[in-house]
């Protein structure tokens, strides 16, 4: 159906997808096509079951009411995998990419022929007898790219230059899109969460590393090879830690959750305290603690605000495995953002997202859609 699709036909379905139901005139309207238009381009998808009358009416019109288009989400199911250094998460997702199942496995090993397994393993799990996937999409910290089925780098897990995307096709005989996690959680932010309504926005995600998503123009930025959005390293303090990479005073030696563990432990010779009992230490006012942690609150509110000068954001969604941090380092974060705005403008409205890992697979199955949609 979407391989013979034209641009103008794909434009009004993803409408609908995003934001319906709506009716026809509202469609036209935010499309600017006249009504013999949008009803030539709605007229196959409505004949293939893509396209459905939604309940209800819509504004009161002359002549016969009319009922708003919603997408038929149940005709397509889509399976969204994030791999992590010791883990892989996966969900099963519709064209809307609400969840309809999840699972998990631990990876004992990164050794290609171990993980693929894995994948099969879920894969197999999440698919509905009769009811095929319509891809699969992978999301990794990582170079990697939906157009491309080969991950470049992936230093967590150890992979240089793997075909991961042709290797798992082979194996699951489903059609694998990959993609960098990042990237792949801001594009089910722009169509399906925070970012829906807003053209240009960005996710700055706060775990192990730090990362950033870009949405400008209404459009998902990639950048040459997929390098964007590589905030980690930005020069906070020159004086501050040294990062894992011997960069000393960048963000991620501040902000990421194991350089804010390895400093209180180290600082108060508790080798054994958790990131959560840290964040626990500094929320009742220990010193060592409290001050960490404003460090990496503060840390990360100047990344905002470097990105925002940068991009010109209406929205900055804040998530990541650590961004539970935010609530006892609030203050500092929203001082640094404020400082480091360009005085010509005003902070940025932030929105802070709970985090959970099956919210990076359900944005590597998005990734999957979007490509399935845009592919010709």
């Known amino acids: 159906m979407f391989s013979t699709a034209t641009d103008s036909m794909r434009s009004v379905f993803v409408e609908l997808l ?11 309207r935010r499309l600017a096509l006249s009504p013999s238009a949008l009803t030539k381009l709605t007229r196959p998808f409505i004949e293939a079951g893509y396209l459905l009358e939604a309940a209800g009416e819509g504004p009161a019109t ?5 009922r708003p288009l919603q997408v038929d989400a149940s005709r397509m199911s889509f399976a969204g995998i994030k791999l992590t250094a010791d883990e892989l998460f996966a969900v099963r997702t519709d064209l809307a990419a609400q969840v309809q199942r999840e699972t998990s496995r631990p990876l004992a090993g990164h050794e290609i022929g171990h993980v693929l397994g894995q994948i099969a393993e879920v894969v197999d799990e999440l698919t509905v007898p009769g009811r095929p ?3 699969v999409g992978i999301s990794l910290a990582g170079t990697a790219t939906p157009g491309d ?3 470049h780098t992936s230093p967590f897990l150890g992979w240089s230059q793997l075909p991961l995307a042709t290797l798992v096709e082979q ?3 489903v059609p694998t899109v990959l993609d ?3 990237r792949a959680l801001t594009a089910v932010q722009q169509w399906f969460g925070e970012g829906v309504g807003h053209s240009s926005f960005a996710l700055v995600t706060v775990g192990a590393g730090l990362g950033c998503g870009l949405v400008l123009g209404d459009r998902l930025v990639t950048g040459q090879s997929g390098a964007t959005g590589l905030v980690g390293h930005l020069r906070i303090d020159d004086r501050g830690p040294m990062c894992e990479r011997g960069h000393r005073g960048c963000a991620r030696a501040y902000a990421s959750s194991p350089s804010i563990r390895r400093s209180i432990a180290a600082t108060l010779d508790r080798p054994e305290l958790t990131f959560d009992d840290c964040l626990a230490l500094a929320a009742d006012g220990h010193p060592v603690a409290r001050r960490v942690l404003d460090e990496a609150g503060a840390a990360l509110g100047q990344v905002v605000a470097t990105v925002a000068n940068l991009t010109g954001p209406e929205l900055v969604v804040l998530s990541g495995e650590s961004v539970h941090m935010y609530d006892v380092c609030a203050q500092a974060f929203h001082t640094a953002l404020a400082g480091h705005t360009h005085w010509t403008s005003t902070p940025v409205r932030v929105a802070v997202k709970p985090f959970a890992f099956n919210e990076w697979a359900r944005g590597a199955a998005v990734t999957a859609l979007q490509h399935l949609l845009s592919h010709r």
Do not use: K, Q
Request: aromatic share 0%.
């Open 18 to 28: 995003v934001h319906g139901p709506l009716s026809r005139a509202e469609v036209a």
């Open 62 to 66: 002359v002549g016969r009411p009319s």
């Open 133 to 135: 996937l319509s891809a």
């Open 149 to 151: 089925p080969v991950v």
């Open 171 to 173: 194996a699951v005989s």
């Open 180 to 182: 960098n996690d990042v």
